[in-house]
């Protein structure tokens, strides 16, 4: 399935800024690099060790009997995991055995708490092409399923995705090829067509007394948000205009609906500087009328683009009649809260750092919320009241927490911690008790948590004087003198941050797992959060001249292939650097830069020309001419007559974030100058790989690739 072509080629050498001196090894010490292998402080845990953390996502509490359920990925096995009260015992739901790439998301609840309604499979591409990355001749499809806490095995409702089930109990609303469907929740029953309006539904959300349905309409260069009654059979049209509505909150009674406004915007806002734009707003409609008044505007200058919470909604309805939601009003993503009726905006979580996932008690009365408040790499829980005093630490310390859930008789609160050594687990905590974990024995009791190591928060200066933070991982008996290989990783997104311990998203959290196999591999790894990531404020991620306007994130691969080069444990002749899509990206553009500095290096998905990268999103993107030619020269295809170095390109040709045309453009480009290319390709595999033996045969290719090019120096 997997085809592997590696090209030698001659190298040419040129004088740059960036040259160091690199003698040339003797026949017989090349031969003798042949013979030893790996050197002495190569040995360390096993990759498959290190890969083999499992990863929780998807903590859901029931909405009646204090029920908790969450995903559990180990080795690509997807399964669906519940714990009870009152002993708060986790056991799986599902067994599930297979590396099949089917991935489990959209869990659901029933209003009693007795069944979980889940997504298997991931979505389709433009041509309607499901994911399919073990080339199964029957094909992959994306379905929705249930399963009884009772008992039994999952049931098939029907393919589809986005499941809403009802409040009354009797059924669930699901969207298929952009229509709404309804499905039963009775045995054999069939799925009927509800809502076939144009345009693409999605952001389904039940009235309370489930009477109506409310729902965003994609029409592409605008949405609407619409109500469709059941017992009428008819569909209402709130407040339709040329922008992009998004996001509908029910009030508590069921009366009014509030939801977001973002002004139309004909503007390319993919891969540059948003920092400013037409203000966004929230309205709020009568639902059975549907007029609408706004009650908020965000002001003009930073802030007024819009920039959302991990939430379930980014409009909660909380206590007093009053909508929390996030903005940037001072340069950080923050929680305010404003009357329903309309008023000024009161700032809830005052400070320089940044909320992440929020949720609100089932009571409304509280707000629970991850942040980097007071510790920059990592995330803490907080809990606010809204008719109180500031945020109150849930959490603190070394390690790093995300995914809160509330149950619903508001007795415990769970969430997932990881710490730098120990990979992610569900904890709870039980009547703000003693913190333990949901359910024991999931962490494999061969993991090699002792092997890691911690990495160290550092910063570094990028090329022209930003401050860049980063995170060091220093390999263990490094002795006076020596100089090891180095290696620097970019993160994708761009929007996102490297922490100080495993991450919370499932491509990261194995990347971190890759950084600490290379640093037990004897490596120095220095993990970059680059300008254009989140973390460090709105003027840090809307940074002038990024992505396809300037590259000013070079600036900072720059600056870290410098700071590292400058390191007396550092050999400045064999530094490299990794990455996957935007981490990608950067590793392409070092190397087409600065081969003199940067010795090899791996691409993941990497873009290389923005002009092609933006049409993935926008396939009728027609920029003007001198935007066309800026985000050429901002692209690693501008510069590819002065790569050198080595370079290893990892893609799968199913990728629906960065086309693989990006790769083949890029390979034809430098076969042609003659560079080293190394590929490993994945037929059928999408961006962020599905099944855990691409990721485990990805990350033995790049660590056998450094150690050739970097250790071994040999072809």
């Known amino acids: 399935m997997i085809s592997r072509e590696i090209f030698f080629r001659g190298r040419c050498t040129s004088v740059s800024p960036f040259a160091a001196v690199r003698p040339r090894p003797s026949i017989l010490f090349v031969l003798a690099l042949l013979a030893a292998g790996p050197p002495v402080w190569a040995a360390g845990p096993a990759l498959e060790q290190i890969l083999a ?7 859901l509490a029931s909405p009646s009997g204090g029920k908790l359920a969450w995903v559990l990925t180990a080795r690509g096995v997807h399964n669906l995991w519940v714990a ?96 709404i469907f309804w499905a039963p929740l009775a045995d054999k029953a069939e799925v009927t067509a509800l809502v076939q ?16 349905l409310a729902f965003i309409s994609d029409r592409g260069d605008h949405s609407l948000l619409a109500v469709y009654d059941l017992a009428a059979k008819e569909v209402r049209w709130i407040a339709p205009s040329v922008d992009r509505d998004a996001e509908p909150a029910w009030s508590p009674d069921g009366s009014r609906i509030a939801f977001l406004r973002l002004p139309a915007r004909s503007e390319i806002a993919l891969f540059h500087s948003s920092l400013a734009g037409q203000p966004w707003s929230i309205l709020v409609a009568d639902a059975a009328t549907g007029a609408a008044k706004t009650v908020w505007r965000a002001r003009e200058g930073p802030g ?18 009053r909508l929390v939601f996030p903005w940037e009003g001072d340069g950080w993503l923050h929680l305010y809260s404003v009357p329903a009726a309309g008023g000024e905006a009161a700032l809830l979580t005052p400070g320089a ?38 945020p109150q630490a849930v959490t603190r310390g070394e390690g790093i927490e995300w995914m809160p859930a509330v149950t619903a008789d508001g007795k415990a609160t769970a969430w997932f911690q990881a710490g730098s050594r120990r990979p992610a687990e569900a904890l709870i905590s039980v009547g703000g008790g003693e913190v333990r974990p949901l359910a024991s024995g999931t962490i494999p009791a061969d993991f090699p948590t002792d092997s890691l190591v911690a990495p160290e928060p550092v910063i570094v200066t990028a090329s022209d004087g930003m401050q860049i933070h980063a995170q060091l991982f220093k390999p263990r008996q490094i002795a006076r003198g020596e100089r090891r290989p180095a290696l620097l990783f970019f993160h994708g997104g761009s929007h996102r941050q490297m922490l100080l311990g495993w991450h919370y998203m499932h491509y990261y959290y194995n990347s971190y797992a890759l950084n600490q196999y290379l640093a037990s591999r004897g490596y120095l790894v220095l993990a970059v959060n680059y300008r254009s990531g989140i973390g460090y404020g709105l003027s840090f991620r809307e940074a002038p001249r990024q992505g396809a306007t300037g590259a000013s994130e070079f600036n900072d691969v720059l600056g870290a292939g410098l700071w590292l080069r400058a390191r007396p444990d550092v050999d400045p002749t064999r530094i490299g650097l990794w990455g996957g899509s935007y981490g990608g990206y950067l590793t392409a553009l070092g190397l087409a830069r600065a081969s003199d500095l940067f010795a090899a290096g791996v691409d993941m998905h990497g873009v290389h020309d923005w002009n092609m990268g933006i049409r993935t999103f926008i396939p009728g993107y027609a920029p003007q001419p001198e935007e066309e030619r800026l985000a050429f020269e901002s692209s690693p295809m501008a510069g590819v007559d002065g790569w050198r170095s080595p370079v290893l390109l990892i893609h799968g040709d199913d990728d629906r974030n960065v086309a693989f045309n990006q790769t083949v453009s890029l390979v034809e480009a430098l076969r042609k100058r003659k560079v080293d290319i190394e590929q490993l390709i994945f037929p059928d595999e999408i961006h962020d790989f599905l099944t855990w033996k691409h990721w485990l045969e990805a990350y033995r290719a790049t660590a056998d690739f450094f150690d050739r090019r970097l250790v071994q120096k040999r072809p």
Do not use: C
């Open 84 to 179: 009870e009260p009152p002993e708060y015992k986790g056991r799986p739901l599902t067994h599930y055995d297979k590396d099949d790439g089917q991935e489990l998301g959209g869990l659901e609840w029933t209003p009693d708490g007795s069944t979980i309604v889940y997504v298997r499979g991931n979505g389709p591409n433009r041509q309607g092409e499901v994911p399919n990355p073990t080339s199964d001749p029957a094909g992959a499809e994306q379905a929705v399923w249930r399963v009884s806490l009772a008992g039994g095995e999952p049931v098939k409702v029907g393919l589809g995705s986005a499941a809403a089930p009802s409040p009354r109990g009797d059924g669930m609303a699901l969207v298929r090829g952009g229509k």
């Open 304 to 321: 007024s683009v819009f920039h959302e919470m991990e939430a379930p909604n980014q409009i909660l309805w909380g206590t007093g009649d």
């Open 353 to 390: 750092f940044e909320v992440e996932n929020v949720i609100l008690t089932p009571d409304r009365r509280e707000l629970v919320f991850n942040s980097n408040q007071g510790d920059v790499d990592r995330r803490h829980l907080w809990r606010l009241p809204l008719a109180g005093s500031g």
């Open 53 to 59: 953390a499992p990863f929780p996502s998807e903590l």
């Open 197 to 212: 309006a144009r345009g693409n539904a999605r952001n389904l959300r039940w009235s309370p007394d489930g009477s109506r």
